[in-house]
DNA sequence: GCCCCGATAGACAGCGCTGTCAATTTCGGG
DNA sequence: CCCGAAATTGACAGCGCTGTCTATCGGGGC
């Protein structure tokens, strides 16, 4: 019993070829009793369309791409989460393509893959989102894409972000409320603009709760475990000895655990952490790491939705920035005596 | 400037399109001249074949799927890159497939996978590599697959798998080297087939020094960070002290880095640590993790590759075993005094 | 009751490639 | 130099679907 096509259910609809595709493809203009024909017919064989011939047919792909560039695995697992389920739900298959985005050759990179694979359309997650030879390469294939959280070219794409601004805020709230006034700051490159938004976020609030900046200890990292350990060390000289601190990513986060456990300072005890992503490593630290949550997945999941959106000509408003959540573990609690 | 098609390059050329289809996919009885002129050809107006039009026609669908079950992020990274980077060189796309093997319906979803998808092969990883339903679904489907590092059912399909027995081993023999005498295990559920084998090598690979079994220390964990800390202070109560753990997968040996510091145990002076993956986690703990690298990604690049020969109709031999080796960072040393 | 027009359904021709099979060329041996 | 077999090349018909265009249907306005 070899798989129905699309002549099988016509004839047992008693239609025609083309009807079953209108309804395939939710088209106006067919009668609902046509289309409950059909349907049971569909139903009944247990059909489904055959991708490539509808590809090829329709000069549609059916295919997402999602570019990466090899950040953090939590963070692309999470990505890839979202989209793939997205696409799922669409009818659609995820291709995935790796680059480097800090590559000499990375445009000819983008090219051999354009036009190698034909795609529907684009997700682009950080730090593609902000290379100018990647949104060139995009641009000029003529490829609708959506950007996840870029830092840099607002308004040049279609893009999905999160608030970053009201997250670090609601870190400050919480470690506020907690009773903590001599803070920390771990940041990462100025010139990464997602680290630049935390720092700015985490100072202006503060400054709304009176803290001038010049009282804030601040250290740079590069958001690596490690550069994480010598923020930690360098910060906890400080004295007054800090009660909290905040890193920019929760790799970094980690690291002050460990500078903090040589130093013998008890966490939370003696000292809070906060990280930022809730990525996997807050839940491979003791006590488990406080931490500001993406909803990554989520973003993705909007980012491929909004994408199918537009290939069908409609016009698509920009989706809001997503609302971030603080996790709240066990590495921050209230101010030590 | 329209992209370029088959009979572009056979006008160009002078030939036939089958000739050209017969260049593209490397048949014999092709005349060495011939050739040239259909690659140059190829070359000059920059064809590539459009998969949907290959697919449709020949049956075959140029992807390649990747099963998984959501394990840890590390593991699916590294797959991911190995199977990605396989498929590229081929000329194949990727699909993922995120499935859930212990739902009770994972039947079910796997049919109508299998039915949606058309695929020319499948890569398998733990610990969908084991589920009986998933197996039964693929061979239904009579789609041919790769199980990567199965536990159960060998010889039921091609497998890519690590030599586990000699790293652990090696492992062995690099704690005893450092003069280490008395030791602790922390294994997975007995259920699990890689920490069964794990355990066995490791107690083995010991009885070889003449280290009976009932001096070993033994605790159970799960796989994750916390049963790692539960495990670690199990095994820290032992009199005299144990000098050397080794943990059946780098979250748990991470978790009895934990365990120690809230012991006031020094690693690696009082006490040396060596877990099993080399994962992201290994270099997320301060000292950096002594583990043992699984050659993943290119166990993953050789399923594909497998995958594809065997497409070919060539009998294809099973691959041998794939090499682990050891990764010495800070966590283990000398025995201490 | 008739005409006109929009709504609905169908016929048909490809999309770009490969499988099949037939036509042609080549080559070795007699 | 001729013949048959093997090697090489090409013609052609789809693969399963959708775009385009045409035919038909149904209903409102006069």
Redesign the interface.
Same mark, same amino acid.
């Given at each position: 019993m070899r798989?129905a096509n699309i002549a099988d259910v016509a004839l047992r609809a008693g239609v025609s070829t083309k009807s079953v595709s209108r309804v395939l493809n939710d088209e106006p203009n067919v009668r609902p009793q046509m289309r409950a024909k059909i349907e049971e017919a569909i139903e009944a064989l247990?059909y489904?369309p055959?991708? =490539? =011939?509808r590809?090829?047919s329709s000069g549609r792909?059916f295919?997402i791409g999602l570019l990466f560039d090899n950040p953090?695995?939590?963070y692309?697992?999470k990505v890839? $989460?979202g989209t793939?389920d997205a696409c799922h739900q669409a009818?659609y $298959?995820?291709?995935?393509e790796?680059v480097d985005t800090a590559s000499p050759t990375i445009g000819q990179a983008m090219e051999a893959m354009l $036009?190698?694979?034909?795609m529907d359309g684009m997700v682009v997650t950080p730090p593609a989102t902000d290379s100018p030879a990647v949104l060139d390469a995009l641009e000029r294939a003529n490829l609708p894409y959506v950007r996840i959280a870029p830092n840099k070219f607002p308004g040049r794409s279609m893009t999905v972000s999160a608030d970053d601004q009201a997250a670090v805020s609601d870190v400050v709230r919480h470690l506020w409320n907690l009773g903590h006034r001599r803070f920390g700051f771990v940041g990462g490159p100025a010139s990464h603009g997602a680290s630049m938004w935390r720092h700015d976020g985490f100072f202006a609030a503060l400054a709304e709760r009176g803290v001038e900046p010049g009282e804030i200890q601040e250290a740079e990292g590069d958001f690596t475990?490690?550069s994480g350990?010598g923020a930690g060390r360098q910060l906890l000289r400080a004295e007054p000895r800090l009660t909290a601190i905040f890193a920019a990513n929760d790799?970094m986060a =980690?690291?002050i655990f460990?500078a903090a =456990? $040589?130093l013998g300072i008890k966490i939370p005890d003696m000292l809070s952490v906060v990280g930022f992503d809730d990525s996997?490593?807050a839940?491979?630290?003791?006590p488990e790491l406080t931490t500001m949550h993406q909803p990554i997945a989520e973003m993705a999941h909007i980012a491929v939705r909004t994408l199918i959106a537009s290939r069908n000509g409609k016009a698509v408003k920009e989706p809001a920035p997503q609302n971030c959540h603080l996790i709240v573990r066990g590495s921050a609690g209230p101010v030590g005596q």
């Open positions: 798989k247990g489904k055959d991708l =490539a =011939a590809s090829l792909s295919i953090s695995p939590n692309t697992m890839l $989460q793939l009818g $298959q995820l291709v995935i790796n $036009q190698h694979r034909r475990f490690t350990i790799d =980690a690291g460990t =456990a $040589q996997w490593i839940k491979s630290v003791w």
